[in-house]
């Protein structure tokens, strides 16, 4: 059966606007998703796929779980990014948790890519922030791990107990024996 002129050109016409609209959603979605153009070499994400394996640095002794890894590009140079997913509102201010935790994930990056990236995203429910992944910050995270060893190994340490909700929703509560926020 041959098809008219008329017809195969509507059709190919209806083809060429379906794609549009595909690409168009597609950006759509990357963009609201809050991950950079890029290719997302990682991902954890929690949904009902087997979960990756953590990265892992023997040299700064950390392990951990970035949400993403997305490649990205800045003029001719390539690197690997990591993003860290909060689901609450952007704070006033990012939690300094936060920013330690994406500049952890720097770290793991720069191991296992060979290469630091110059910076990392906090996603937020409602924005994205680029942290740069300074020598500074590299700094910090690296005497906040240590600090962290070092309390393991501590036969007794001291809790923080200013912020009530925290106190509030805390797993160990009932055996915290604080009187603090009770």
Same mark, same amino acid.
């Given at each position: 059966?041959? $098809? @008219?002129?008329?017809?195969?050109?509507? !059709?190919?016409?209806? $083809?060429?606007? &379906?794609?549009?609209?595909?690409?168009?959603? /597609?950006?759509?979605?990357?963009?609201?998703?809050? &991950?950079?153009? /890029?290719?997302?070499?990682? *991902?954890?994400?929690? +949904?009902?796929?087997?979960?990756?394996?953590? &990265? =892992?640095?023997?040299?700064?002794?950390?392990? /951990?779980?970035?949400?993403?890894?997305?490649?990205?590009?800045?003029?001719?140079?390539? !690197?690997?990014?990591?993003?860290?997913?909060?689901? =609450?509102?952007?704070?006033? *201010? #990012?939690? +300094? @948790?936060?920013? $330690?935790?994406?500049?952890?994930?720097?770290?793991?990056?720069? +191991?296992? !890519?060979?290469?630091?990236?110059?910076?990392?995203?906090?996603?937020?429910?409602?924005?994205?922030?680029?942290? #740069? !992944?300074? +020598?500074? &910050?590299?700094? *910090?995270?690296?005497?906040?791990?240590?600090?962290?060893?070092?309390?393991?190994?501590?036969?007794?340490?001291?809790? @923080?107990? /200013?912020?009530?909700?925290?106190?509030?929703?805390?797993?160990? =509560?009932?055996?915290?024996?604080?009187?603090?926020? @009770?």
């Amino acid at each position: 059966m041959i $098809l @008219s002129l008329p017809f195969a050109l509507a !059709f190919a016409v209806l $083809l060429a606007l &379906l794609g549009g609209l595909l690409l168009w959603l /597609g950006r759509r979605q990357r963009q609201s998703s809050g &991950l950079p153009a /890029g290719t997302v070499l990682y *991902r954890d994400t929690g +949904d009902w796929q087997e979960t990756e394996r953590p &990265l =892992r640095s023997r040299r700064y002794g950390l392990v /951990g779980r970035p949400d993403y890894l997305v490649q990205t590009r800045d003029g001719g140079r390539r !690197f690997v990014v990591p993003v860290e997913v909060k689901s =609450r509102a952007r704070p006033a *201010r #990012p939690y +300094d @948790s936060h920013i $330690l935790q994406l500049a952890a994930y720097c770290l793991l990056v720069e +191991d296992n !890519f060979d290469a630091a990236p110059p910076y990392g995203l906090l996603r937020y429910a409602d924005a994205t922030l680029q942290i #740069p !992944f300074t +020598d500074e &910050l590299r700094g *910090r995270v690296l005497e906040t791990a240590a600090a962290i060893r070092e309390s393991r190994r501590a036969a007794e340490v001291r809790r @923080s107990h /200013g912020e009530p909700a925290r106190c509030a929703a805390c797993g160990y =509560r009932s055996a915290c024996g604080s009187e603090a926020l @009770s």
